[in-house]
């Protein structure tokens, strides 16, 4: 009897339980399943109630949102917190190949997926209807500038849907514009190969 008794809840433990829970998840927040777990003696069960109110949203599998609301609805989880739960780790870069259209290459495409630099995973992740490409990278800045953007461009050119002799010329015609030792800096530090050769012969022409 005593261990029927232990194994057993009524609704009111169950509840309980589950509020508990629920109090110590913030709205806007990507919790991982065993961040969780350490806050539940039933984690599953616990996820699927909630699951079930609204109270949170499952990503994927082992990752959830809590769903944040604005006077427009409901809102996506951040960019940043979504890929840093995910990797268990902060020292990443996140890039949208659209970021390109902002050189004046002649890039006009819009991609629906967003690119992930950083040292963990390699792999395209969809979490919800929202798609990552996670690209494992020896080297990549903490942030974006204009002069990495250009080398990046340069190092996919082969994954853009632009013709590639236009971007070429387009590159060579406007690799002067930038500062001149910044530009030096990330194509040694990020640039393959070929990069480091066209963006070096540009700039001694």
Known sequence: MKYQALDMQTPTTKTTAVSSLSRRLRAGGVYRREDLAVNSNAVDRHLKQLQASGRVKKLSQGLYYVPRQSAFGELPPDEKELVAAFLRDDDFLILSPASYNTLGLGTTQLYNRTVVYNHKRHGLFSFGNRTFDFRMKPKFPHKLSPEFLFVDVLNNLEELAEER????????????????????????SYGNVSTRKLIKEWLHA
């Open 165 to 188: 002799e236009v971007l070429l010329e387009n590159a060579q015609r406007t690799a002067h514009s930038y500062n001149r030792r910044k530009l030096l800096q990330a194509t040694t």
